[in-house]
């Protein structure tokens, strides 16, 4: 089982910077694709980014292209969202995930394991 948690969501004025982590954390986990997803109220839950096991690999939504970075520390076992230039669309509980096998996808139901979620609020 693999256990993830996010941290580092918050209230930031539009124009602003967050930086999200992921730590993940469990008996069976190694370095795997992961992924950040998002869910906005009332919206189905969209794809943001994606890496691959050893980072070498990075895919995102046209959305937040050029303005959010997705990286990993497999060494601490974390992932990251470094997110700037935010604008009131961004407002959503963002979740980290966990693919077992396979590539960089940006399909949420290809993924395994799914964190609690944090809540990212960007106001005007």
């Known amino acids: 089982q693999v256990q993830l948690v996010e941290s580092g969501g918050g209230l930031v004025q539009a124009g602003g910077s967050l930086r999200l982590s992921c730590a993940a954390s469990?008996?069976?986990?190694?370095?795997?694709?992961m992924g950040w997803f998002r869910q906005a109220p009332e919206k189905e839950r969209e794809f943001v980014a994606t890496?691959?096991?050893?980072?070498?690999?990075?895919l995102y939504a046209d959305s937040v292209k050029g303005r959010f970075t997705i990286s990993r520390d497999n060494a601490k076992n974390t992932l990251y969202l470094q997110m700037n230039s935010l604008n009131l669309e961004d407002t959503a509980v963002y979740f980290c995930?966990?693919?077992?096998?396979?590539?960089?996808?940006?399909?949420?139901?290809?993924?395994?394991?799914w964190g609690q979620g944090t809540q990212v609020t960007v106001s005007s």
């Open positions: 995930a966990v693919r077992r096998a396979g590539r960089t996808s940006s399909r949420p139901e290809e993924y395994d394991y």
């Open positions: 890496i691959s096991r050893i980072g070498g690999t990075t």
């Open positions: 469990g008996r069976t986990f190694s370095p795997a694709t």
